[in-house]
Every structure is written in structure tokens, then in C-alpha cells.
């Protein structure tokens, strides 16, 4: 156990997107089933912790996509999401709260969300991206042709679109922007600076009681 930080180096669980918005409960069968939780295959859009499993990390390795955690205090559980710009255009994110709606009842008024680091609003692709519905974008303002014919992308206006901070208890962003901020990995910048090839890591964890 890593005490210093409160959970198990060897227990953390990374699910494999299915792009079909599943949601896994990471229960303490699977938390006991492999010594190295790197092991344990979870095919789901969306993880979910509860307070049962304590130490264990449910997370992301990332560079410029958005992790979503949302933590129902008052029930204990908290899902966890890989938001990149094409599981935003599939409502990930909004999926991700429903998850908790459906399978514990949660509130909007209980739920504590975090967006972790991300690409900042100067994301380029030198064309409209094959994933964009062009409805959904078109709608949030968060993706913009320049001057130049190249597509600005905004993932944190599509995020706040989808997910009104008003609705929750508490709403934090991390604005850190990866491209830019020497801190932090990034596929983008990783094109010009080989220095930004890399993950970080974005999840949470319950601490035993």
C-alpha cells in the first residue's frame, strides 16, 4: 500500500472504451480476482468506484482528453470517464451522470463533478474531423473553421454544454492546457516537441475509513 497517498500502487483499473456508453461497478470480486489490477480486461465506456473499495484507483492514462469523474458524496460512488472529443460528440459525458442516476438514484444536487487537464481551445485538425456531428457542433459554437481552413476545437465549451455547472453541487474544471503547459503531456504539441509524447494520469480513489 502506498500509505503516503492512501491507495495500492498494483490496484488501479483502466477500462477499454466500448463507444457504447456501458458503465462497469468495479466490485471487490474483481478487485480480488488479479494481484495487479493492470491485468483485470474491463470493456466499458465508463468505470464506476464505490466507497466498498477503498485504496483502489479507477482512472485514465491521458494527454490531451478530458477525464470526468463524478462523485455522489452522499451514496458513496463515483464513475469515471475517458472524454475524448469523439466520446463527447457521443454524449459520454452525459452518460456518465446518467449512469449514476440509473443504478444508485443519484442527485444532481449530490454529485460533485471534475473535468481533469485537456487540450486548450487552439486544438487543430487541418479539416473537419470524420467523428464530428456536425449538429452537435454546430450547436455548441466548439468547433470553428479559421481563415486558413484548418478547425479550432474547444472541448471544454462542448463539455460545459453538455454538463450545465449550474445543475451540480460542485463543478471544478482544471484548465490546465496540455499543448501548452510544460506540466503535462500532449499528443497534439508531441507532432513539433518529441518532450510531450507521453500519459498522465487522471482517476480517483475512495481512502479507507
Known amino acids: 500500500i502506498d500509505y503516503e497517498n492512501g491507495f495500492d500502487p ?13 458503465a462497469t461497478v468495479l466490485t471487490q470480486e474483481m478487485v480480488d480476482a ?12 465508463i468505470l464506476i468506484l464505490t466507497d466498498k473499495t477503498p485504496s483502489v484507483v479507477a482512472g485514465y492514462p491521458v494527454a490531451d482528453c478530458p477525464v470526468l469523474i463524478a462523485s455522489d458524496l452522499k451514496n458513496g460512488v463515483t464513475a469515471t470517464a475517458h472524454c475524448g472529443a469523439e466520446m463527447i ?25 471534475y473535468i481533469g487537464s485537456h487540450a486548450g481551445k ?13 449538429s452537435f457542433w454546430q450547436e455548441t459554437g466548439a468547433i470553428k473553421e479559421t481563415d486558413t481552413g484548418e478547425f479550432k476545437i474547444d472541448l471544454r465549451k462542448a463539455l460545459l454544454y ?23 503531456y500532449s499528443n497534439s504539441a ?10 498522465q494520469f487522471t482517476g480517483a480513489y475512495y481512502k479507507k475509513k
Not at 34 to 45: A, E, H, P, R, V
Open 10 to 22: 498494483y490496484k488501479f483499473y483502466m477500462p477499454t472504451q466500448t463507444k457504447d456508453g456501458s
Open 34 to 45: 488479479y494481484q495487479d489490477g493492470w491485468d483485470l480486461d474491463i470493456k466499458s465506456d
Open 89 to 113: 460528440d457521443n454524449y459520454l459525458p452525459q452518460m456518465t451522470i446518467e449512469s449514476l442516476q440509473s443504478k444508485y438514484d443519484s442527485k444532481l444536487d449530490d454529485i460533485y463533478i
Open 122 to 134: 487552439d486544438w487543430t485538425y487541418d479539416s473537419m474531423p470524420r467523428w464530428a456531428k456536425e
Open 162 to 184: 453538455q454538463l450545465n455547472p449550474e445543475k451540480f453541487e460542485s463543478f471544478i474544471v482544471n484548465n490546465d492546457d496540455t499543448i501548452t503547459n510544460n506540466n503535462y
Open 190 to 199: 508531441s507532432y513539433k516537441d518529441k518532450t510531450k509524447a507521453g500519459r
